[in-house]
């Protein structure tokens, strides 16, 4: 089959969390089973200077949105660790900014031009994808100038669309104002028409009305989203496509995440000889300045420190329980002030106990997955989760709430059958939180003897889940079949 992949986000290109890391592993897997797939991504400032090389494919392209005249390019550069070609679309009065999104007012114009630039592209290279897979409100017009603004072109006459929602609660939703700029003036008609008259449109939901398929991260959130509780305002929508919406859960890149060949980790350890991650424990904690105990649980955090990820709960169970049971905390991540400051904080009032590392580090990421004993992660709403995934792959157990992504890969451990692969809390409350973070230190006991065996028989048992791409990949191979008979 003939693939665009188009999203905002691909890893190691320009990533800010796993939209960026799905965007990269999904195309090389479909690659691998001898699709003809390419990636269509902006060209970033980040995206330059970084030692990959780029080839000119596209010297400059010239479109209209509304009354603006935008002018773009395209570059291209092989996906690493495949033969994925990765087209990077520059502009650099719209990409060339600090950050990834912005908050600079002309979010719509820059996601539109993506929209548009990937279909300009198309039509430049003469390819005609069988499917277009667009992720998430950026790239959620792409189904809609399909079937209306590009509908003339024959080489898009067999192409379907599958949308991947990654995050409802980011939607795009912008005032219509910006219509005539994201180029949508002359199908202003298609739009929601209740929406428009209240002043808006949404990019999310204009892929949800007109894609032929739509897919979200994991079954658990797939049903949830069809909720009043979960559904952010769309759920009624996508009750309406219930019959073309289904959940595939993510898989993890097992040559990136390998605990038996990771590069970016001091001593290797796998499921059958877990004795190298002590080693890796001993010399994160010495890195951040914690002493080291053999009988004191390490727990980590690797996450985007935003509402979503539910660290409220953390400022109302932590200290308590830091000053009542023996642990140590290594948190890495940045993003909103409030969850910075509380764990800048925190560390200060535990020094032996915590330590607070404001980055994104890939470096760290993996170095905290490999030695933590436990992984948090008590999202608020979670569409799919990989850091738990990466930590049941290290041997880590999650602590997690059971939401989303999270309900469909970590189970509750049960000492009596010696089933399950973390801790799992069913309310989102500090009660809850406490509770599962509680239970994770009982069964760890003091880390030897029969409480030790009880513990690496929880670790393997995550740590042998079959949780690669590899296992998953087939399902979207399925659907594409499903919506594209004829590829
Ligand atoms: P989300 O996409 O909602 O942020 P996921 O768990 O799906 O959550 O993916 C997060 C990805 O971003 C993982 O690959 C994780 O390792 C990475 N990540 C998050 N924060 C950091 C950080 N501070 N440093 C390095 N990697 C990070
Ligand atoms: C989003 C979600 C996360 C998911 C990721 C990749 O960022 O928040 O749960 O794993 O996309 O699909």
Redesign the pocket.
């Known amino acids: 089959m003939k693939i665009l992949f188009v999203s905002a986000e691909v890893a190691p290109f320009a990533k800010t969390?796993?939209?960026g890391?799905?965007s990269a592993a999904l195309p090389r897997q479909l690659h691998g089973l001898g699709h003809d797939v390419r990636v269509v991504v902006p060209m970033y400032a980040r995206v330059l200077g970084r030692g990959h090389v780029f080839t000119e494919v596209v010297p400059e392209m010239a479109f209209a949105l509304g009354d603006l005249t935008v002018r773009v390019a395209i570059f291209s550069a092989p996906l690493p660790g495949s033969e994925v070609p990765v087209y990077f679309v520059r502009c650099p009065s719209l990409y060339d900014r600090a950050n990834i999104y912005d908050t600079g007012g002309d979010e719509h114009l820059r996601f539109a031009v993506l929209n548009w630039a990937a279909l300009k592209l198309c039509q430049y290279l003469q390819f005609g994808p069988d499917i277009i897979h667009v992720n998430d409100w950026q790239t959620a017009l792409i189904p809609l100038l399909l079937r209306t603004l590009f509908a003339w072109d024959k080489l898009f006459a067999r192409t379907r669309t599958v949308l991947?929602i990654?995050?409802l609660g980011h939607q795009g939703t912008f005032d219509t104002g910006a219509l005539a700029r994201c180029g949508l003036a002359p199908v202003a008609d298609r739009l929601h028409q209740e929406h428009l008259r209240e002043g808006r449109f949404g990019f999310l939901l204009t892929g949800i009305l007109y894609a032929n398929a739509i897919t979200t991260?994991s079954p658990t959130y797939a049903r949830e989203i069809q909720t009043s509780e979960h559904g952010v305002g769309l759920d009624g929508f996508l009750r309406g496509r219930a019959d073309v919406l289904r959940g595939i859960l993510?898989g993890i890149d097992e040559d990136e995440w390998n605990p038996a060949a990771d590069a970016l980790i001091p001593h290797a350890f796998s499921a059958d000889d877990l004795d190298g991650k002590e080693g890796c424990k001993a010399e994160l904690l010495a890195s951040a300045g914690l002493p080291y105990r053999a009988d004191v649980p390490l727990v980590g955090v690797v996450s985007r420190l935003a509402w979503?990820k539910g660290f409220d709960l953390c400022e109302a169970v932590l200290p308590v329980m830091l000053e009542r049971r023996r642990f140590q905390l290594v948190v890495l991540g940045t993003g909103e002030g409030r969850y910075e400051d509380f764990f800048r904080h925190l560390a200060r009032a535990f020094p032996r106990q915590v330590a607070y590392l404001p980055a994104f580090s890939e470096k760290y990421a993996h170095a905290i997955e490999a030695a933590a004993d436990m992984f948090l992660m008590p999202?608020r709403y979670?569409?799919?989760?990989?850091n738990q995934m990466y930590s049941l792959r290290y041997g880590t157990a999650p602590i997690v709430h059971r939401t989303?992504?999270l309900a469909d890969t970590v189970w509750n451990f049960d000492p009596g059958t010696g089933r399950g692969t973390g801790f799992v809390f069913d309310h989102f409350d500090a009660a809850g939180l406490a509770w599962a973070l509680g239970r994770a230190l009982d069964v760890w006991g003091n880390g030897a003897g029969v409480e030790r065996e009880r513990w690496r028989h929880l670790q393997r048992n995550g740590m042998r889940l079959p949780l690669g791409w590899s296992h998953r990949i087939g399902e979207y191979v399925a659907l594409y079949r499903l919506v594209a008979p004829d590829a």
């Open positions: 969390g796993g939209l890391d799905v991947t990654h995050n991260v993510n979503q999202s979670e569409p799919c989760g990989l989303g992504g």
